[in-house]
């Protein structure tokens, strides 16, 4: 489906930056005259990111139930007020400490958890690739979240640098994702008889 494809590019493309970003974390200043590259970049990933979410919705691989429609709502929430977050970041580097930021981080993460759930419970994903949104969501529970607290910011970038990998992968998996891995339905064939409309001996 082309609006399944694009949702793999989109998710594709950004998980790409963010993998990026995470490995030349340390390579960016961290403002130049008030304006944040790696903010204004991250900003750039997660509006493709959002893009990512609503070509998922609307292909329905979640399913249309209110797991699915709560999971993706929360998701794409949160990834609207983390891309508002490091806009405002992007233009002045002051306000890089916003609780803007956790608010959306973990928005997403719930909502990717939920809606992982959905697309295991509505079995329209095929391969292992339907474990991946909620990859998406647990990973940064337990990998981002104790990297940042337990390490230093090279590590939490470093982590989120993983989860750019996980959206690559997911990128990909969308992109090629059948409608269904469940067996098709077999019409039903309604048993007319037309051969007693063609007898002779039924003719008037």
């Known amino acids: 489906m082309p609006g399944t494809r694009a949702a793999g590019v989109c998710a594709t493309a950004a998980g790409l930056m963010l993998l990026a970003l995470g490995l ?3 390579a960016f200043p961290l403002a130049t005259h008030g304006f944040s590259p790696w903010m204004a ?5 997660l509006l ?4 990512a979410l609503g070509g998922l919705a609307a292909s329905e691989l979640a399913g249309s139930g209110r797991l699915a429609i709560v999971g993706l ?15 405002i970041a992007a233009i002045d580097a002051s306000r890089s400490v916003s609780p803007l930021f956790p608010v959306g981080a973990v928005g997403t993460w719930a909502g990717m958890v939920l809606t992982g759930a959905a697309v295991l419970r509505a079995r329209r994903w095929a391969g292992r690739g339907r474990f991946l949104p909620l990859a998406c969501g647990t990973y940064p529970v337990l990998a981002v979240l104790p990297a940042y607290a337990i390490g230093n910011g090279l590590a939490g970038h470093l982590a989120g640098a993983g989860l750019g990998l996980l959206w690559v992968a997911l990128g990909v998996s969308l992109s090629r994702a059948p409608r269904s891995w469940l067996p098709p339905v077999a019409p039903t064939v309604l048993p007319l008889r037309c051969d007693r409309y063609d007898d002779p001996a039924h003719r008037s």
């Open 41 to 45: 970049l991250s900003a750039v990933a």
């Open 24 to 26: 030349t974390a340390s």
């Open 48 to 51: 493709l990111l959002v893009a």
């Open 73 to 87: 709502a929360v998701a794409i929430a949160g990834a609207v007020t983390d891309l508002l977050a490091h806009s």
